[in-house]
Structures are given as C-alpha cells and as structure tokens.
C-alpha cells in the first residue's frame, strides 16, 4: 500500500490552507487554547487524526503505515472518559520488530492491509488542578487481515499518562502495558510495555515545536531485541481549512537502540481534524 495519494492532498492542506494566528489560535476549550487541548491527550476535544509513519533502514526494506486514530470525549459530572482508538493501516515488506503495532512479528514476504486494532479508555478529571491526569484499560484486538500485520492475539492492560501544560507549552508521558489472554496457540504470547514522553514547546503563531518518542519494551523477545529507543523531533503548526481547524505536524527519529529486524530510522507526519466544544 502505499499512500502517495492522500500524501499529496494533505501537503497541499497544510501549505495551502488559511494559517491561525496566534490569537486566532485561542478559543474557548476548558479555560485554554486551542493548542493547548490538542497537545493534550486526555482533552475534552474531539478530533480525527491520520498519522502517517515511515520506516527505513529494516533488513526488509521500508515499511509504511497509516494510523486513523478518533478521540471521543465524553463528560459525566466532574469526570472525562476519553476513548481513542488507533486503526492500522500497514504496508510491510515482511517481519519487522520494535514496532507497537505488531509486537511478535513472524518472518514473511510482506503483506498490506489492516492491522490489530487497539482501543484505549482514560478516565480524567475535567477540571484538573495542577498535573493532568488519566487512567483506564487498553485492549488490542486481533483484527488484522493478515497473520504476518498482527499478533493473532488478544492483549489488555493498563495504560496512563500525565502532563503538565505551563505557559511556554505542554510536557508529560504516557505508559501502557499490554499482555495477551487468547488468541492463536501457534504464535507467540504478548508482553509489551509502551513508555511515550513528550514536550511541545509553543511558538508565535500556532507554530511548536515537538519530540514524541514512543519506546517499547517486548519482554518476549531475546535479550538483545527487547528495547526500541528513538531520539528526534519535529515542527507543527495550527491552520484553517475554511472554518476547519485543523493541526498538522512532521517529524523524523533515529533508533538508538533497536531490534535486529527493526528499522533505522523512521520520518512520519499528522494531519488532524479539530473539533473544539
């Protein structure tokens, strides 16, 4: 699969479309901005994201991916329950490692199409003081219509993320750890640990700055092929699309630390679609 298409359309989007100014850029969302609720996982905004990854660098060749990813906030009393949901589609030109969305990999000639769906629920406070906080189960499903896209296992776990938004911007991490309960016999079981700290760092304009990393421990692999660490960072920016808001980032990060079959380094970018209260 490979998404030149939809690529093309979102470049054009994000050079093309209307810029939010930096006054603009602050609207009503809980007592802050706009930015500061997009930079906010457990924020009460719905929003649509497709983020696109590419890896290179892999003893299989490159790979790439597209993760549809709707956040659905809902408010009860004094408390957010926000569901974010990551769909993945996955072009893999066989097996590679380290990656969240396939955490047991089995050796292949590549395949594309859907892979395992993952669903996460945060309980938050709505109006948090200090820290921001949230907390729920994930659970990932085997939904992937290839064996070489998936782990053919069902996973759950914990997952959690806190975060702190000062004046100059927002940091903070995620953590989740996923396990399998059933699910094929023949592969192998799940034990995935996914740590995500993050900073943005605002600029004028709707312009900020970013680092994500997203590393994952695979406690059933050897010893040598356990961790995947990145390092980098990118840039993003708030634009309109007529009276769409909208958020758009890029980024790039090398694998300091890696499995054998996973790859070097990886480049991606997020096109998202805002939906303030």
């Known amino acids: ?117 993952n669903y996460s629920l945060f309980l938050s406070p709505a109006k948090p003081k200090g820290a921001i906080w949230g907390i729920g189960p994930s659970i990932t499903v085997p939904s992937a219509s290839d064996k070489e896209l998936g782990s053919e296992k069902w996973s759950a776990g914990p997952t959690g993320v806190v975060l702190f938004q000062p004046k100059w911007g927002t940091f903070g991490m995620l953590a989740r750890h996923l396990g399998s309960f059933a699910g094929d016999s023949d592969r192998g079981n799940v034990s995935q640990s996914l740590f995500e700290p993050f900073v943005n760092y605002n600029l004028p304009n709707g312009w900020y700055l970013i680092t994500d990393l997203i590393i994952t421990a695979n406690w059933e692999a050897d010893s040598g092929d356990k961790w995947t660490v990145p390092l980098g960072g990118g840039v993003g920016k708030l634009f309109k699309i007529g009276d769409q808001a909208m958020n758009a980032r890029t980024e790039a990060y090398y694998n300091v630390e890696k499995p054998d079959n996973a790859p070097d380094w990886q480049w991606g970018f997020t096109i998202q679609f805002l939906f303030p209260k």
């Open 1 to 117: 699969m490979r998404f030149t298409l939809i690529i093309i359309a979102a470049i054009i989007a994000f050079s093309g479309g209307q810029a939010i100014a930096q006054d603009e850029a602050k609207q009503s969302q809980g007592g802050g901005d706009l930015r500061a609720a997009v930079q906010n996982p457990v924020g009460a905004m719905y929003s649509l994201p497709f983020k696109f990854n590419f890896d290179y660098g892999a003893s299989n060749g490159a790979a790439s991916f597209l993760n549809i990813q709707p956040v659905i906030p809902i408010t009860v009393g004094d408390w957010n329950l926000i569901n974010r949901l990551i769909v993945p589609l996955i072009d893999s030109p066989g097996e590679v490692s380290g990656l969240p969305s396939i955490p047991n990999p089995i050796p292949g000639d590549g395949a594309t199409g859907l892979g395992d769906i």
